[in-house]
């Protein structure tokens, strides 16, 4: 009876949990796309708590898959931790051209900043994340202060940004439209890299173990590191996932957590 009782008030906690949050897919986050494949691509999903008595920071998270693959995601181990979490879409090469992607980066931030009070998100707490190819996005959304500026958002009110394995270097993919080889790194407008600078949000570098990760990708961030601390930015660390490779969002999602809360809180 009492094995009974506990799986019954169990399953009532599960069930009261699912609850208190919401979803909400396919929003578009361009006013007004102007082709059929931006309309498509351009999407958000926005996983957030019910209660409307209080304001939650708030993860944008942006899919891998090198800038050619991938869809919009939220992560499991997000959801439910009383936090909005934004899983955004965009369009992918070679439908367009690589480096365009970090225009729907930058709308679909903008959008957010503009919007997620409606879902319960507090706009002084927005953190820029993602893995990999969303990383570099979320990187060059913010770096750049040119692109959220186009929508009028000021890239130093991002409360943080944390990428995942992000390239810092130009994109593999837009150096091979470009007809650079893979194995010659550039520093160029499309480089994380290009746009170090003192004042930018509290970052947060997170990669997988420099022997098991994509070729050269910890060092980049390394070098990245390095150069914001020279042109005075205090508040950035980069985390090596040891034993990890690039495949690292899992173990890595609780350091997200901790950066998320740790700023919220202040």
């Not at 993860?59 to 995601?73: M, S």
């Not at 879902?119 to 707490?125: F, K, P, Q, V």
């Amino acid at each position: 009876m009492k094995l009974r009782l506990s799986v019954f008030f169990l399953l009532l906690s599960l069930q009261l949990l699912a609850q208190q949050y919401q979803e909400v897919k396919d929003i578009q986050y361009y006013e007004s796309p102007t082709s059929e494949y931006m309309k498509q691509q351009s999407k958000m999903d926005i996983h957030f708590p019910k209660d409307e008595g209080k304001k939650y920071p708030v993860i944008v998270w942006f899919h891998g898959g090198g800038l050619t693959g991938g869809g919009k995601e939220i992560q499991q181990e997000l959801k439910n931790k009383e936090i909005v979490v934004v899983g955004v879409g965009y369009r992918l090469a070679p439908k367009i051209k690589a480096e365009e992607t970090i225009d729907d980066a930058s709308a679909a931030i903008a959008w957010v900043f503009n919007n997620i009070e409606k879902y319960h998100g507090d706009t002084s707490n927005i953190y820029i994340s993602g893995h990999s190819a969303g990383g570099y996005l979320a990187l060059m959304a913010v770096m750049n202060k040119d692109n959220l500026a186009k929508y009028d958002i000021d890239a130093n009110d991002v409360a943080g940004l944390i990428p995942f394995s992000g390239h810092t270097i130009t994109h593999f993919t837009i150096r091979d439209q470009k007809g650079i080889p893979g194995t010659q790194p550039i520093v160029d407008k499309w480089a994380p890299l290009f746009y170090v600078r003192k004042d930018a949000p509290p970052t947060l570098l997170i990669t997988g173990d420099r022997e098991l990760e994509m070729l050269g990708r910890y060092e980049e961030n390394a070098y990245f590191y390095r150069m914001m601390k020279v042109a005075g930015q205090k508040e950035i660390e980069l985390y090596e996932m040891d034993g990890y490779g690039h495949n690292m969002v899992y173990p890595a999602l609780p350091l997200l957590l901790k950066f998320v809360k740790e700023k919220s809180d202040q």
